[in-house]
Nanobody, 124 residues
């Protein structure tokens, strides 16, 4: 009984910023970590960022280091992704994820729960 609901996607210009949110409900304290993945049409889903749910350890894909910041509000069971200096190559559907495997770089197929996704489009 876990539900993840993303929000905050949109259409922006290169260099702009967006903040995504993911509201989690249910047995959230069973998670080891939550994070964000992204996927373009016809492509494989790829890791973006993750954070331990009860701590503050983070991990980022090389492509977003220094530009994206992942955070969480445990009191509201909400995950965030602050995206700065957006590039056209950041255009993707972004998915919130949660898992119990004790790693931040979780393989896609081992994610326990997925949100439905929110679309981010960055124009040049």
């Amino acid at each position: 009984q876990v539900q993840l609901v993303e929000a905050g996607g949109g259409l922006v210009q290169a260099g702009d910023s967006l903040t995504l949110s993911c509201a989690a409900s249910g047995r959230t304290f069973s998670f080891y970590a939550m994070g964000w993945f992204r996927q373009a049409p016809g492509k494989e889903r790829e890791f973006v960022a993750a954070i331990t749910w009860l701590g503050t350890i983070t991990n980022y894909a090389d492509s977003v280091k220094g530009r994206f910041t992942i955070s969480r509000d445990s009191a509201e069971n909400t995950l965030y992704l602050q995206m700065n200096s957006l590039k056209p190559e950041d255009t993707d559907m972004y998915y919130c994820a949660a898992w119990s495997v004790h790693t931040l770089r979780v393989p896609t197929n081992f994610v326990a729960y997925w949100g439905k996704g929110t679309m981010v489009t960055v124009s040049s």
